[in-house]
């Protein structure tokens, strides 16, 4: 392959515009084609992105010239879209969650693993400079003994405010604040503690047949931690992103992404870590690396997608009491 990745994005909604306007602007990457099958999506991003190859399908990106292709579709997609890349060898970013089938999910992973090019699922936190400093704490046993992770999500709209357009995040066939948020501290938490298995479930669903949940609740146990999530939509109260690890020496929290504080026992005190904080960019930049086969860190495979999928669909499947 060239010293550029030729890549091509599937899927123009908020998340394959934003990493395609990155990817325009990246020395590692030349943007092949995008596609999208709606006409006014194409049409946005052609005003924005004058000269960019458009097309309506993803087979069409597919059969381009390409060495990766990023995939940011609604997840009842994305089987369609990456099993055929990974057997033509087109390396594979993919939007989260993984699917929401778990055949296919299963599927996807197997594929990765044996398909012998770069593949990686686009998890937020999986390169924050936070969730670093969080993993080097723990394997120094600063934590001491875990005692329990805690795991707080509200939002008083759901789909929030610039998600407006995505109207699919609304149903419960692919939709929710579980698959689309929860996900990514789901991940966090395999990484960093183990494996989630369920202990107590409970979800409670909107008005309608389709409604996505407004309200769950659980316990996993994850490497024998406990660990609580609460949370819920269409509430009067602020939009919280609030993730904390308890141990018998040190806790953390992690709130709004990438704001971090400990304790000791006493206050929260803001922590401050340093170097490269993480984003989309950076991703992109470990996903380059790794389709020339270089050694790259911080980057979610297919293998944790699935285990994170495995949860999420298992919650979705129960009813409050």
Partial sequence: MSERVRLGVVGLGVM?????????????????????????????????????????????VLDADLDAVYVATPPATHAGIVLPALERRIAVLCEKPLAVDLAEGEAMAAAAATSGVATAVNFAL?????????????????????????????????????????????????GGFLREVFSHFAYLTDRLVGELTPVEQQVRFGHGPDAAEVEASAVFAAGGVPVRVWAESQSAVPETYRWELHGTHRSWALTDWT???????????RQEVPGEQGSDRHRLSAFAAAVRGEPTAHLADFAAALRVQKVVEGWLHTRLA
């Fill in 259 to 269: 704001e971090l504080s400990w304790s000791d026992g006493d206050v929260w005190h």
């Fill in 16 to 60: 394959g515009t934003r990493v395609l306007g990155i990817a325009l602007d990246h020395p590692a990457y030349d943007v092949v084609l995008a596609a999208d099958p709606d006409l006014a999506a194409r049409d946005r991003v052609a005003f924005e992105h004058r000269g960019l190859r458009l097309a309506a399908t993803a087979e069409e």
């Fill in 126 to 174: 999986s390169d924050r400079a936070t969730v670093r400093e969080l993993e080097r704490a723990l394997a120094a046993g600063e934590a001491g003994e875990v005692r329990s992770v805690q795991i707080r999500l509200a939002f008083p709209r759901w789909p929030r405010d610039f998600q407006g357009d995505a109207r699919w995040l609304a149903r419960r066939e692919q």
